[in-house]
Every structure is written in C-alpha cells, then in structure tokens.
C-alpha cells in the first residue's frame, strides 16, 4: 500500500523523526488559510502516489497566503505521470543548506534490509545513483541483528554527509529503522533529509510503502488506504469485477492489451510481446475455473483504456476450459471497436469444441505464444500504417 506524503509524516512525527508543521488543503480556500494560520512562508505540495512531483511542477514555495491560493489553484487537478492531484500538502517552507538522501529498503538478493544514504539528495537522486553510485552509501542490515551505531556512523562517513550533523543524523536514521520494522514498510524515504540555514536536520519529504501482508498488524494504517487512491480508473474498475489486472506504469505503457491464465504465463506473454516489438498496455490473468461472465469482464477490462489498440490472448487451458474462453469471445465479439485485431491462442482443455464456436468469428487464430506475439505486433503496426 502507498501513502502519501502527509500520512507518511504522521508516522514519522509518531517516532519523534523532525518534520515542518502544515496541514492538508483541498481546495485553494484551504491553502490560503493554512498558511494564514501558519503565519509563514510556505511550500505548496501535490499529494500524489506517484514521485517526481518537484520535476512535474507538483511542488510550489509560497510566500505569502494569498500566493499559497494562487499555487494551490495551479497544482490542484494537475496530470501528475497519470496521477491527478485531488489534494495539496501546506507546510512550512525553510531555507535549504543541504539536500540529503536517506532511504531504508528490502535487498531481495541480500535477503537483508538495505540502509541508502547520500550527501547528493533531491530531485536528481535517480541520475546521481546512476551516473556516480560512488556518491551513494549502501550499509546492509541483518534483520537477525539490527542496525547497531558503529553501522549508522559508518554510512554518514562514506555518504559524505556534514559529519557535524552526526548526532542528529544517526538519530533519525535510527528512528526512521524502527519505524520501518513497526509498520512493516517495504520502503521508507526522507529525500530530501535536510540542513536548514540555521542548522536543523529536518524530513522535507517523506515516501512510505506498505507492505500489504502486514496491515493486519497495522490496523491504523488502513486509515490511509484510498479506494482506488494508488489506482487508476481501470484499475479500479477491474477491482470492483474481481479481474485481477495491472496497467502498466504510464511510461512504460503501449498499445497491446493481453489476457491469459495464470501468472507465469501472462507475464511470459508481456516479456514475448515486448521483444516483438510493441509494449503491453495492460494484462489481466484470467484465472482457472471461472464462467464465460468473468472471461468477458476480464476482456471487457483489457480494452477499456483506449489506447489499446490489439488484444492478444494467450490461454493454455487446464482447468481453466477453453469452450468457456470461447464463449466469452463469442459473447464479446461485437464490442471490439471496428478494424481492432484481435489474436488468438486457446490450446488445451475443450479445444476443439473452442475451436468450432470460434468458427464464424473474424479473430486470428495462432498455436504458439511466440506466433501471436509477432502476430499482434505486425497487425497493429499494419493499423499505424494505414491511419
Ligand atoms: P518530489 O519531487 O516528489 O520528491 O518532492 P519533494 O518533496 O522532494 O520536493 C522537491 C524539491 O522541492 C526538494 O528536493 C526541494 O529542493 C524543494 N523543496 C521542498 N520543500 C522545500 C522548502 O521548504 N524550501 C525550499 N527552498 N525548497 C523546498
Ligand atoms: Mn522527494
């Protein structure tokens, strides 16, 4: 589960990690009576789950409230990535000396948790990680051992933080660890942990993902969760048709819609489509075991986003019985959109009587996933062609 960065401050405050005081604006109105009552400068705040929002022009300083009303009003309804922004955090602007970064994650690899700290925090974190990784302190935590002080100094050294501020840093590091294990994060973030003018260390901002197998643990926490707040409308909508479903990060997204059974296939299927040429806008396991119903929700699911372009489905079936699949598709077949391709692979249970249902319809029939993936591709690419 994501959660913004107000709710993701709130926990920080609970395990004493410094922040700004604010509060959380809904509309412009808002915005400016905050920062009346705050009765200083301010910083204006998408609240979105989704980063990159100072890039995005998601994150505006205010000095004044009625300049705070006039910031929110631009970044209220803003396109963040996909994301629009529904609400704006009002907090306290300081003046920066230093940005750093300071992250806490899982290494899967390492089957440890991995302390990240770095003296060249921000926006550009992602551009120093991978143009100079020297700059950035990785410290490995054995979940069996903990993090113990001579680790945390050994990070602010190598990260080539202010070693003035080491007192108050290891603290905070030590703070933002023992909320990470109390609230069973997978990721938790201050970029940037600051060096304010006048020397403070303070959380500006503050990213936390929740690891869904432990809320049970954190009922608290579940006040945070939005219906469809980190989804999207198609997601959405998959959710309430119990279609297991994922669109595609915006921009990784292309025009190949896929369904198919089982996990390990529909992502081999995204895997072979993409090596053939054209990205997956989406993907939806259909499952085993369900009726023609869900199979058409599941399609209908696929094609919502107009962007997609093709549908490719790919189905070994098991138990999942391909005359069900087939039905589905005879049901659906007037609801593609003219001129739409549409791919086939339905091998396995009930495949010949699939096969007879299918016999009248104009869909385009393969045996292999690898004939499908090139087939869709080069049907789609054929519609680009001929637009
Ligand atoms: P992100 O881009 O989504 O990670 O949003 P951040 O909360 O990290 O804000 C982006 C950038 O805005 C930060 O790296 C800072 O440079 C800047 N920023 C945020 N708060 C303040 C502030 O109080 N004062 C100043 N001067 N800059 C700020
Ligand atoms: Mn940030």
Known sequence: MKV?????????????????????????????????????PVVVKAQVHIGGRGKAGGVKLANTPEEAREKADAILGMDIRGFTVKKVLVTEQVGIRDEYYCG?????DARMLVLILSASGGVDIEQVAAETPEKIAKIHIDPLVGLWPNQMRRAVFSSGIDTSKIKEISSIIHKLYKAFLARDCSLLEINPLVVTDDGQVLALDAKMDVDDNGLFRNKDLLKYREIGGDL??????????????????????????????????????????ARAGLKPNNFCDIGGGGDAEHSIKCIE????????????????????R????????????????????????????????????LEETRYTFVSTMQEGAEKIVELIKGLEVGA
């Not at 960065?5 to 700004?20: C, L, M, N, R, S």
């Not at 699911?301 to 999942?320: E, W």
């Open 4 to 40: 913004h960065e107000y709710q993701a401050k709130e926990v920080f405050a609970e395990f004493g990690i410094p922040i700004t005081e604010g509060g959380v604006a809904f509309t412009p109105d808002e915005a400016e009576q905050i920062t009346r009552e705050l009765g200083k």
């Open 104 to 108: 806490i994650t899982v290494d899967r």
């Open 232 to 273: 999207d409308e198609y997601e959405a909508f998959a959710k309430e048709n119990h279609v297991t479903y994922v669109h595609m990060p915006p921009d990784m997204r292309g025009p190949v819609g896929i369904a198919g059974n089982g996990a390990g296939l529909v992502m081999t299927t995204l895997d072979v489509v």
């Open 301 to 320: 699911t696929v094609m919502k986003d107009p962007d997609v372009k093709g549908f490719f489905l790919n189905v070994f079936g098991g138990i999942t």
């Open 322 to 357: 391909c005359d069900i699949v087939a039905q589905a598709l005879v049901d659906y077949a007037d609801n593609f959109p003219a001129g739409c391709p549409v791919v086939i692979r339905l091998t396995g249970t009930n495949e010949d009587i699939a096969k007879q249902m």
